[in-house]
């Protein structure tokens, strides 16, 4: 016989944002298990975003991960070479 116990987990809740310069627009939100999987979820969208838009990754967008309370947890950029660091490969 199993046992719920007394306390419930509750999921956090991410939203994600693309940061055009000092704009944000929202790309929605996600109920996850930790930071660790809405970093890997914003990775991907970030990627997602430079193979659809690849003129988002010329103007240093960014995928923006808020958390629980509102605050910035996790930003990831859609192109992660910065622009000064590419004549170096």
Request: with cysteine; charged share 25%.
């Amino acid at each position: 016989m199993g046992k719920s116990g007394g306390g419930s987990f509750r999921m956090p809740y991410y939203s994600f944002d693309l940061v055009i310069d000092d704009e944000q627009k929202n790309q929605g939100g996600l109920f996850l298990e930790s930071l660790k999987v809405a970093s890997e979820r914003a990775d991907q969208l970030a990627a997602e975003l430079a193979i659809v838009r690849p003129e988002l990754k010329a103007k240093g967008c960014a995928i923006r991960v808020t958390g629980p309370e509102n605050t910035e947890v996790y930003r990831t950029l859609l192109d992660p070479i910065p622009p000064w660091m590419r004549h170096l490969r």
